[in-house]
């Protein structure tokens, strides 16, 4: 085959060194618009697990890559005065000069012709030149290539919220060092790492807008490495910052990062009668967040994997057996990309959002950092360094027992933090794990019965803190199928409060009971006989916040709602509160999610009222919150509310999740004790992003920008997503679903798999919950008897024992 490869950094260079090896016959031509052996930037990172894939691609090269790199194992934290350690990471880092001197040599050695100091304009002409039976357009972050063919490609090109700032310095850091400076302006980090003998890569990194504030879009470049060399001067110990963008002026030397996606990767022309692909490769084809270290890699691994297709597949170079290579290798890297993708977005927000988190104290504040792609776990970090995570494990331990009003034991590092306590107002879980309320239609007119009290009985006595049982009623003609359980009669009181009863009597988790109102989704068939379809007979009218049929030309037409009808639901709300109180329910949830009744006030999309109810965010939560205060009022003072969001309806023009911290906001000042976090089912128009635990970045945001706890929900299936979710700060309980269904012991299968056993602490933790509910009565006692009583005769009795 004839190769030609535009561009010659890291994806270029080793394709063309790859497929030269696994067949000398190949002509293969890498062409560069820069001087032989000339390159910008600093250093760069790889992992470990990386270098194990670059020698098995080729020894000879990772073998001079070996012999250049600085390796550590540590990363430091540095956070309001204090650092925080943590080792086992595995980096290794070099320079990136040095590393494509390496794989030029390379090339010459394996008779790649190298082409340097030409600016490819026309890549139809090179394939022209070269007679090319393939082009790699390795052409860049700015790749001509793809904006020429952008029809094919198809690419996403998201700018973010940092400004950065590439700088270098002679102070040797010995670990991966993350620092982090607040100024009147806002907060700064810095990204540094040590790649060779004497230079460090130092990366300064900020939003946009504290950059502006900090007068850094109208410096001087000399002025701005100032700038960040007085900020961070207590890391480099006097060595100053060196810029290596002499050819760049003033402020140009801050850069935003471009977030690259590509629809597809190969493209394919008509040279001289031959059909010719232009395949992308490198940042022309994807881009990762250099927080996770990952542009690199991902362009050494697209080399890796395209000469791995070509070998596997073999061709004789026609465009038939072009094809078939170039559709294995896109099938095979779009997944890998879209997983490093991922974790890079989820580290990049991190950083985009380091304010979010600068309440926490360094142990989490680090842990968050640590943690903040998804992609290194709990037990991940467990396996790093256990010493770290024994630590920070009686850190969280600790603090989860005091906030509860529980005696801390004394094997508190031996305690995973799903299995702290956690308390609101008067009600103490043991851990940290609910049953999520789950719709089963299996109540006979609104009846809870014998199939209610084994499914939320067994799943108590398996090991959960909180059950929730599904979404109750509050009305015949609120619920979402005939098979749905209400609260609206004596006999749907007394059939709950047998569950409850036995729940009490039989375990020591706590039960919650979730109310609502179908609205538009109502009158509809049990799952199984078709999800969301209308009743073949017997439908009962529906009403919505405005007129809406949520299944298109199939499910009956909701009305809007009259002020007669807002009235008397915001009292059959009421009304079930005070039976849910009767029944002996620990915790009551009020579902505002999922498109139904209340939910549909406060997504733009089903809300299009004229009235106060309407328009506006706050007014679109007026009805909502109306009813909040109503139940809060009816429900006992010691006992906790939450509320169930919809934190994203994943549609245009509907709610985000800067609004889902607005609502959260508004339900906290109404009293909200917790929001409970999921997303969409509002429309049928949905496109989610769905992955591993793909809801908690919502509950994250509420409870660390809103500062009100939250439960996360959503693809959350095992205790090492559990325990990172808690020990990072993400949310302080986790909703776990369609496990449970699957096996009603999930805590106690998970916390097995963990090796944990609670044998060293039951009896003082149970002693210790004991005396607290002792304390509680006592709170409750006191209060009822200091009605009408002034301060100084409530001390009097008191002292009077």
Known sequence: MKIACIGGGPAGLYFALLMKKQNPSHEITVIERHRPYDTFGWGVVFSDQTLGKLVAADEDTAGAILQSFNHWDDIDVHFKGR??????HGFCGIGRKRLLNILQARCEELKVRL?????????QAVASRYGADLVIACDGLNSRVRTRYAATYQPEIDTRHCR????????????????????????FQAHCYQYDGDTSTFIVETPEEVWRKAGLDDMSQEEGVAFCEKLFANYLDGHALLS??????????????????????????????????????????????????????LALEDAIELARCFGQHGTDGS??????????YQEARAIEVLKIQSAARNSMEWFENVERYTAMEAEQFAYSMLSRSQRLSHENLRLRDADYVRRFEDWIARRAFAQAGLPVPDVAASIPPMLTPWRMRGTVLKNRIVVSPMAQYSAQDGVAGDFHLVHLGSRALGGAGLVFAEMTCVSADARITPGCPGLYAPEHTAAWKRVVDFVHANSDARIAIQLGHAGAKGSTRRAWDGTDLP??????????????????GVSQVAREATREDLERIRLDFVRTTGEAAKAGFDWLELHCAHGYFLSSFIS???????????????????????????????WPDDKPISVRLSAHDWVEGGLTPDDAVRVARLFKQAGADMIDVSSGQVSKQEKPVYGRMFQTPFADRIRNEAGIPTIAVGAIFEADHVNSIIASGRADLCAIARPHLADPAWTLHETAKLGYTALAWPKQYHAGKLQLERNLERERQVAAASAGLTPQQVAARLLEG
């Open 83 to 88: 650092t925080v350690t943590s080792g086992g």
């Open 115 to 123: 082409v340097f100091e030409t600016d490819v304009t026309d890549d």
């Open 164 to 187: 950065f700032v590439w700088l270098g310095t002679n102070k040797k850091f010995d670990a991966f060092t993350f620092a982090f400076e607040q100024t009147e302006h806002g907060w």
């Open 244 to 297: 290596n963008a002499s050819h760049l002026r003033g402020s140009a030397m801050w850069i935003k990062f471009p977030r690259i996606v590509c629809r597809e990767w190969v493209h394919w022309n008509s040279i001289a009668g031959r059909r010719v692909p232009v395949v992308l490769m490198g940042d022309a084809a994807h881009t990762a967040h250099f927080s996770i270290g990952s542009g690199t890699k």
């Open 319 to 328: 465009p038939a057996g072009i094809d078939q290579v170039l559709a294995a």
């Open 535 to 552: 009743l073949e007979e017997g439908n009962w009218p529906l009403v919505s916040a405005s007129k809406q049929q949520y299944l298109e």
């Open 604 to 634: 733009p999309l089903t809300n299009r009222r004229g009235d106060e109810y309407g328009g506006s965010l706050e007014n679109r939560c007026r009805y909502p919150l109306e009813v909040f205060s109503a139940i809060r009022a009816a």
